[in-house]
């Protein structure tokens, strides 16, 4: 019996500490943010700004010196800075918690022709993960599958939700492609040359997209009786009414992943990582072609790479006259979009402007993936989706969030990590 009561009290204990935060309810009063720094996120800023939003949406935004009345509860925010909700684009939060933990993985599917699967409804919402975004101001994400050619459709959530329903903000925005490159490079464990050489097979993966694609095309076209799901969910590409984002890198590959879905009839189109864009700039901007890049925090593709291009490709593609937004892919990608901000302000030290930079992050994301008409900058009618920061969110000595709303919805910006933080700070405390 005593071992029965151990073992709950134990659980209880553990739980405590873990439990993940209860999604804030519904705004019920309004808030006036009085005296920040207010940036826009779409490269205005506000000095001693006035921001004042009530029933999830923001009705005011301005000068604390004009002569209106405030609304509800007021924050005092002098000397801090208030910003949009940090989106981050590209990202597989909530799909995979434990990487070592199979049953704990579903970012993506068996198979390599994937249209029909959708990410939205294998979303965690209790993610232990997902929470510990918002104490850094990353308050959207659009949640993206992986692996195989085709990867299936992505949708876009706030991360502060009962389950996928409540988090959906945007379901099904877009379809995801992994191209393939042009270059390969021997299995070295093999015995085999590392060094990178031409792909022989490459005009045979090429053909094999473009023959699935066109059968799927041309399946629609017929409207048969015997559906065919995978093939179903394409209609949206040739349409227009989903984006067809295309993981791509290498200056022939973007070309080559452009012309032939233009080809096919397939125009909304989205480029993500895109290593080497700046040689087919004018590509782009020719055809209103976005990109989301990688995370600079990286070394180069290239060995005859500059060292700091990763560094320096937002600005270089900006200057251009392409719109472009940040992703996460790769390594603990996961945990690391709580790096979103940092990733951002990297961009803005190697010359970026730094309103420039935050657009990565907000307003060029929400119009990339087709959000900007209630998210992405701090503006009239849209949704009140804010943070307000002690210092410069960009810079991690400064990202110390203090406020977080999403739709109005007041926070909390508890997660395991802080109530661990906050038990073993005390640990030597009490001796």
Known sequence: MKKIIYSLLFFLAIHTVSAQQTPADKQTRAFSIEGATAHLGNGKVIENSLIMFDGGKITFVGSAMMKIARMGTIINAKG???????????????????????????????????????????????????????????????????????????????????????????TDDGIHMNWPSSFTRGRWWLGEDPALKPDSNYAKKIDEIKSYLTDAKNYLARNPDKKHLPYTATKSLFNGTQKFFIHVNGQKEITDAITISKELGINNIVIVHAEGAEKVANLLVKNNIPVILERPHRNPNSEDDAYDKTYTIAKTLTEKGVVV????????????????????????????????????????????????????????????????????????????????????????????????????????KSK
């Open 80 to 170: 801090k800075h208030v910003y949009p909700g940090f989106i981050a684009a590209n990202a597989s939060l909530g799909l995979v918690e434990i990487d070592a933990v199979k049953a704990s993985d579903d970012e993506d599917e068996i198979g390599t022709m994937n249209p029909h699967i959708r990410s939205l409804i294998a979303y965690n919402a209790e993610s232990k993960v997902v929470e510990t975004m918002r104490p850094n101001g990353v308050l959207m994400a659009q949640i993206t599958p992986r692996g195989g050619v085709i990867s299936g459709t992505s949708s876009i959530v706030q991360l502060d939700a009962w389950n996928w329903e409540d988090a959906s903000v945007k």
């Open 325 to 428: 937004g940040l992703g996460m892919e790769g390594q603990m990608e996961r945990m690391n979009t709580r790096n979103l901000p940092f990733y951002a302000g990297t961009f803005a030290a190697f010359g970026l402007d730094k309103e420039e930079a935050l657009k990565l992050i907000t307003s060029n994301t929400a119009k990339i993936l087709g959000i900007d008409a209630f998210a992405g900058t701090l503006e009239v009618g849209k949704d009140a989706t804010l943070f307000i920061s002690e210092g410069d969110a960009l810079e991690m000595r400064g990202n110390i969030v203090t406020k977080a709303f999403i739709q109005g919805r007041d926070l909390s910006l508890e997660t395991h990590q802080t109530k661990l933080w906050k038990r073993y700070a005390n640990k030597y």
